[in-house]
């Protein structure tokens, strides 16, 4: 099952796998809402997850199929070359990463190889786990149950969309030095180091939407 919101790129998708007889693409969808929908109804074997979607992301999808649906199996294909999104990913039960810019032999072997229970990881994506293996950066364990104002909400989802400071405080019509302050008290707030931290958050808290 495709699920993407740009209809191109799942277009793209499709196109490249019209002449490979063991793919069948059985479904797809535009946002995670649908896409926790539809994979209940279809249970696809694979799920090629986008992560950055309006309303709901991929994965906050990932966290609600995983409980679910277990037996799927999750591969992000995606933009983002963030270490905090890998990192996500894997710990939400992702099979695989894989960025958009790969090849398309690249991205069906992904697919068999988590089709048949196995990893696949772009070499991109397992030089960022390795890093932070090697580095040790575990996250800290956020606090639970922490009130945050409407501001603070707001900021944390775009924030976890993976928008940068420039780009919140642009969208806000705030200063991106605002910006930067918020999410210094936001991480203070929750007892988390890194952007990691405050998806994990998110995640715990269901806070996917205003």
């Known amino acids: 099952m495709l699920v993407d919101d740009h209809p191109i790129v799942r277009e793209g998708i499709k196109s490249a796998f019209r002449m490979k007889k063991s793919i069948t693409i059985v479904g797809e969808a535009a946002s995670g809402e649908e896409a926790v929908r539809k994979a209940a109804l279809l249970k696809p074997d694979v799920i090629l997850m986008d992560i950055n979607m309006p309303g709901m992301g991929g994965l906050e999808a990932a966290r609600r199929i995983g409980k679910s649906l277990p037996e799927a ?19 939400l039960g992702a099979k695989g990463y894989v960025f958009k810019d790969s090849p398309p032999s690249e991205l069906v072997k992904a697919i068999e190889t988590v089709y048949h229970g196995d990893f696949f990881f772009s070499p991109r994506a397992s030089d960022q786990l390795l890093r932070a293996f090697l580095r040790d950066e575990s996250v800290a364990t956020p606090k639970a149950s922490v009130r945050l104002t409407k501001r603070e909400r707001e900021i944390l989802i775009l924030i976890v969309d993976g928008m940068k400071n420039l780009q919140i405080a642009t969208r806000l019509g705030v200063t ?15 007892n988390v180091r890194s952007v990691a931290g405050l998806i994990k958050f998110a995640i715990s808290e269901g806070i996917t939407e205003l």
């Open 73 to 91: 199996r999750i591969l992000a294909l995606t933009m983002h070359e963030n270490r905090e999104y890998i990192i996500e990913m894997n710990r």
């Open 176 to 190: 991106e030095r605002t910006i930067e302050t918020y999410r210094h008290r936001l991480m203070q707030k929750l």
